[in-house]
């Protein structure tokens, strides 16, 4: 099957792999403004069928980008879109947790992971993978995971920056403003419950 994001297509695989849905073309343009004109590295978390990652290697030819997914059928599938792009040598598909496999110090992450608390039932993502979308708690583990990581100045340039989305926005952070990110993530969530 196929799907239309920011004006490519894609293959996708539904009920094995998220679908792209149009609220995640708001974290590509945002992402798009961060790359600017300069070699950057991007990563992308939680990948899925690989769109943000494609996308943001065939607009921005001086990027070089990895896309991380802990599913296998995610990883293939973005292995896939990438090679139907043309920019399999640059976007890097890898398996694991986060930015666990991946080397050295990245300037950009993006990623749109799982948030919603697994106690809910949003009927929207019925025909998704449940761990493509829901996570224990107050579902934000995988957030503050990530927020954690990119802490760690091994895994992020000093002028590096996030940037997620979340309940359709996508919510921007440089360095030092990950731990303002992370309250207001759970200032939302608190609200919502
Ligand atoms: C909401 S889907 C987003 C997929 C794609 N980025 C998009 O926007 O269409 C979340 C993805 O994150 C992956 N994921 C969840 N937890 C992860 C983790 N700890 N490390 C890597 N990937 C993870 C899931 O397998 C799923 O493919």
């Given at each position: 099957m196929e799907t239309t994001f920011c004006n490519l297509s894609f293959t996708i695989a539904p009920g094995r792999v998220f679908t792209p849905r149009p609220a995640t073309e708001r974290l590509v343009r945002t992402a798009d403004e961060l790359i600017g004109d300069e070699p950057k590295k991007v990563v992308d978390v939680?990948?899925?069928?690989?769109v943000i990652a494609v996308t943001l290697a065939v607009r921005n030819p001086q990027a070089e980008v990895w896309a991380v997914d802990k599913s296998p059928d995610a990883v293939a599938l973005a292995r896939e879109n990438a090679r139907r792009h043309g920019v399999a040598d640059r976007v890097h598909v890898v398996e694991g947790?986060?930015?666990?496999?991946?080397p050295g110090r990245a300037d950009l992450i993006v990623a749109n992971l799982p948030y919603l608390p697994d106690s809910l039932h949003d009927p929207?993502?019925?025909?998704?993978?449940?761990e493509a979308v829901y996570a224990p708690g107050d579902g934000l583990d995988p957030y503050r995971r990530l927020l954690n990581a990119c802490r760690d100045g091994k895994l992020v340039t000093p002028g590096g920056a996030v940037v997620i989305q979340f309940h359709r926005e996508a919510l921007v952070a440089n360095c030092w403003q990950l731990e303002d990110l992370r309250r207001q993530l759970e200032e939302h969530q608190q609200a919502a419950a």
């Open positions: 939680g990948t899925g069928s690989g947790d986060l930015l666990e496999p991946v929207r993502y019925d025909t998704e993978p449940p």
